[in-house]
C-alpha cells in the first residue's frame, strides 16, 4: 500500500493481527509554535534540574543540619555547578539560609592571616555576589560575625589558660588579633561585652605578649578592643 506525503496511518495490534486505520491528515507546524514548544521544553528541563538539585542527598543533609562546615559548602556550590545554575536564585534558599552560608564562607577569609585587607575585601565582595546579598546586608553580617568570633576566641583563651595549656590560648588570642585588626579597618565597633572578666583579659594579654612568636602583636590596639588599660 502506498500513501501520500500528506497524510499517515496509525496502526494497532489486535487478534486479529495488524488493522489499518483510515488516514488522517498531518497539521503542519508553524515555526512560532515550534520555537514556543522549545522554550517550554527548556524551561521544564531547568525546573527538572531545579528538582533534582534541591532533592540531591548533599544539599538535603546541608540545608538539615544544625550547623554547616566550609566543606559542607563547598560540596553544595559542586553540586550547583553541575546544573549549571546559582545558589542565590536558583535553590529557593530563604534569606537566613543565604546569610547564615555567606557567613560560613567568609569566616575563613576574616581568619586568614595570610591574606592583606584587600584581599579579604575582594573575597568578601565575592561571597556577597555569590548569595545574592544587598551590601548593607552583608556588611551588617560581617560585623556581627567579627564580634562573636573575637568573643568566642577570647573565651576559648580563657579556658585554655585556665587548663595551663599556653600554646592553644596565645592561638586564640593570635586569631583574636587578626579578627580585630581587619574589623577597626572596617567600621566594627567592640563593646565592653566579652564575657570575660577584666582580670582575666589583662592575664591573657600579658601571655600572648610573652608566648607570641614571630610577628609582635599590636598590644595597644588590643587593649584599646579589649577595654583593658
Not at 556577597?128 to 560581617?142: I, P, S, T, V, Y
Not at 568573643?151 to 583563651?157: E, Q
Not at 608566648?211 to 590596639?221: L, S, V
Request: charged share 30%; proline share 3%; hydrophobic share 40%.
Amino acid at each position: 500500500m502506498q500513501t501520500q506525503s500528506t497524510h499517515t496511518h496509525t496502526q494497532t495490534y489486535s487478534s486479529n493481527g495488524w488493522k489499518i486505520l483510515a488516514p488522517r491528515t498531518v497539521k503542519r507546524v508553524k515555526r512560532s509554535e515550534c520555537k514556543s514548544f522549545a522554550m517550554l521544553l527548556d524551561k521544564s528541563n531547568s525546573q527538572q534540574s531545579l528538582s533534582t538539585v534541591n532533592q540531591s542527598p548533599k544539599v538535603l543533609k546541608l540545608l538539615n543540619k544544625p550547623s554547616v562546615a566550609p566543606e559542607d559548602l563547598n560540596a553544595l556550590r559542586a553540586e550547583v555547578e553541575e546544573w549549571d545554575l546559582t545558589v542565590s536564585s536558583d535553590l529557593e534558599l530563604s534569606r537566613p539560609q543565604l546569610r547564615s552560608l555567606f557567613k560560613v564562607e567568609i569566616t575563613a577569609v576574616l581568619e586568614d592571616d595570610d591574606l592583606s585587607d584587600e584581599q579579604k575585601i575582594d573575597g568578601i565582595e565575592a561571597s556577597r555576589e555569590a548569595f545574592g546579598l544587598a551590601e548593607k546586608e552583608a556588611n551588617d553580617e560581617m560585623k556581627d560575625l567579627i564580634r562573636s568570633r573575637c568573643r568566642a576566641s577570647l573565651v576559648n583563651a580563657s579556658g585554655d589558660l585556665l587548663q595551663e595549656n599556653q600554646a592553644a590560648a596565645v592561638e586564640q588570642m593570635r586569631r583574636l588579633e587578626v579578627l580585630a585588626a581587619f574589623g577597626l579597618s572596617a567600621g566594627v565597633e567592640f563593646r565592653d561585652d566579652w564575657e570575660v572578666a577584666s582580670a582575666m583579659r589583662q592575664k591573657l594579654l600579658q601571655t600572648y605578649a610573652s608566648g607570641c612568636k614571630g610577628k609582635a602583636p599590636n598590644m595597644k590596639m588590643l587593649e584599646s578592643v579589649l577595654k583593658v588599660s
